[in-house]
């Protein structure tokens, strides 16, 4: 049984840029990053009680988590909670190839458990979700979830879980106005009847909803992000124009008026913090109220843009 419920943040802090080697136009996001400007995110990030750091193995295969374990070494361990993840394509080949892949994780991050552990995709659900149970009965897993499962995928986890006493804590997938196919296949709704958190990932799509890249100012060149969003920026304009609009009666500016949208969705957006300043966004984000008809004008002008931003790693949410 688990010991405690989870608890869940207004918002979760992801690292998935953080895998990069640091280089400008390396890697999936292609961002410079250094260690010092990481050190300086994670204290805003301390200072500001954001708390909850998502991760995975598969974030430049290991660099993710191993310089999140660094970042994090100053604080205390009960300070900060790590989300990071199974992935069943990089499984091993031994007996317990989820709890040796969990050890891999609690090495990188320097630490002996882990408060939120994923499955990352649903590629065999019967064969990888049993793996939790050990993990949770050991408390090197505290508490799990599934990421990228469509419902019947979610209920099955849950159902394997719950024979041992267990359940599904939490659900993470991609959710933004430009991908709202959790909500249309009813996850959302699903989620919230049960108070299962619903974590959302690539609530900026990216950078591509933050208003700073357009055609003039694209995506960090020779980056995969750059490969699949710099053809779709022109399609975003009005999109972003109109989160910029609305942030400005308000103080904020477009990312941070994306992210209040996915928290008045009673979602908890998991955004990529790759400079100190996106903390302060994250707090102001947390303090706008939008209307029903900023909500309803933004899902509009999103369905307008017409594109599909789902990841090559996604499958289709309809049941
Ligand atoms: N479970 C899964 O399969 C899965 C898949 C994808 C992501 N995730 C998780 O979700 C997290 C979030 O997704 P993501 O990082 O891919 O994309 P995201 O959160 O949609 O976008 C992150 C990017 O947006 C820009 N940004 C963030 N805050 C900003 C601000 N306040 N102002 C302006 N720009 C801002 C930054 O771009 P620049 O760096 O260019 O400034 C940053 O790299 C990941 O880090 C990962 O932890 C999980």
Same mark, same amino acid.
């Given at each position: 049984?688990?010991?405690?419920? *989870?608890?869940?943040?207004?918002?979760?802090?992801?690292?998935?840029?953080?895998?990069?080697?640091?280089?400008?136009?390396? &890697?999936? +996001? &292609?961002?410079?990053?250094?260690?010092?400007?990481?050190?300086?995110?994670?204290?805003?990030?301390?200072?500001?009680?954001?708390?909850?750091?998502?991760?995975?193995?598969?974030?430049?295969?290991?660099?993710?988590?191993?310089?999140?374990?660094?970042?994090?070494?100053?604080?205390?361990?009960?300070?900060?909670?790590?989300?990071?993840?199974?992935?069943?394509?990089?499984?091993?080949?031994?007996?317990?190839?989820?709890?040796?892949?969990?050890?891999?994780?609690?090495?990188?991050?320097?630490?002996?458990?882990?408060?939120?552990?994923?499955?990352?995709?649903?590629?065999?659900?019967?064969?990888?979700?049993?793996?939790?149970?050990?993990?949770?009965?050991?408390?090197?897993? #505290?508490?799990?979830?599934?990421?990228?499962?469509? *419902?019947?995928?979610?209920?099955?986890?849950?159902?394997?879980?719950?024979?041992?006493?267990?359940?599904?804590?939490?659900?993470?997938?991609?959710?933004?106005?430009?991908?709202?196919?959790?909500?249309?296949?009813?996850? *959302?709704?699903?989620? #919230?009847? #049960?108070?299962?958190?619903? +974590?959302?990932?690539?609530?900026?799509?990216?950078?591509? *909803?933050?208003?700073?890249?357009?055609?003039?100012?694209?995506?960090?060149?020779?980056?995969?992000?750059?490969?699949?969003?710099?053809?779709?920026?022109?399609?975003?304009?009005?999109?972003?124009?109109?989160?910029?609009?609305?942030?400005?009666?308000?103080?904020?500016?477009?990312?941070?008026?994306?992210?209040?949208?996915?928290?008045?969705?009673?979602?908890?957006?998991?955004?990529?913090?790759?400079?100190?300043?996106?903390?302060?966004?994250?707090?102001?984000?947390?303090?706008?109220?939008?209307?029903?008809?900023?909500?309803?004008?933004?899902?509009?002008?999103?369905?307008?843009?017409?594109?599909?931003?789902?990841?090559?790693?996604?499958?289709?949410?309809?049941?």
């Amino acid at each position: 049984m688990t010991i405690d419920n *989870l608890k869940t943040p207004t918002v979760a802090l992801g690292t998935w840029a953080w895998g990069d080697s640091g280089e400008t136009g390396n &890697g999936y +996001f &292609g961002s410079h990053l250094t260690p010092s400007g990481l050190e300086k995110v994670a204290d805003k990030a301390h200072a500001a009680g954001f708390t909850l750091w998502d991760t995975a193995v598969v974030y430049g295969m290991g660099r993710s988590e191993t310089v999140l374990g660094e970042v994090l070494k100053r604080y205390a361990r009960s300070d900060y909670q790590l989300s990071t993840k199974f992935t069943p394509q990089a499984a091993g080949t031994g007996e317990a190839p989820v709890a040796d892949m969990l050890e891999q994780s609690l090495a990188r991050l320097g630490t002996d458990y882990i408060d939120l552990y994923w499955i990352h995709n649903p590629a065999d659900v019967a064969r990888w979700t049993p793996h939790l149970i050990p993990l949770l009965k050991s408390g090197k897993v #505290r508490h799990v979830g599934v990421s990228n499962h469509k *419902l019947s995928d979610i209920e099955l986890a849950n159902q394997i879980l719950g024979a041992a006493g267990f359940r599904v804590e939490a659900v993470q997938n991609h959710y933004s106005l430009l991908y709202r196919s959790s909500e249309q296949a009813g996850i *959302l709704d699903y989620c #919230r009847k #049960r108070d299962i958190p619903f +974590f959302a990932y690539m609530v900026l799509e990216q950078g591509a *909803l933050s208003g700073k890249y357009s055609p003039e100012n694209p995506l960090p060149q020779g980056s995969d992000r750059a490969k699949h969003y710099n053809g779709l920026l022109p399609q975003l304009k009005a999109l972003t124009d109109k989160l910029a609009s609305i942030g400005q009666k308000q103080g904020a500016a477009a990312p941070e008026i994306a992210t209040a949208w996915a928290i008045a969705k009673g979602t908890t957006p998991i955004i990529g913090v790759t400079k100190p300043q996106y903390i302060e966004s994250l707090v102001r984000a947390n303090s706008i109220t939008l209307t029903r008809d900023d909500m309803a004008e933004l899902e509009s002008l999103a369905d307008a843009a017409d594109v599909n931003t789902r990841g090559w790693w996604e499958q289709e949410m309809s049941v």
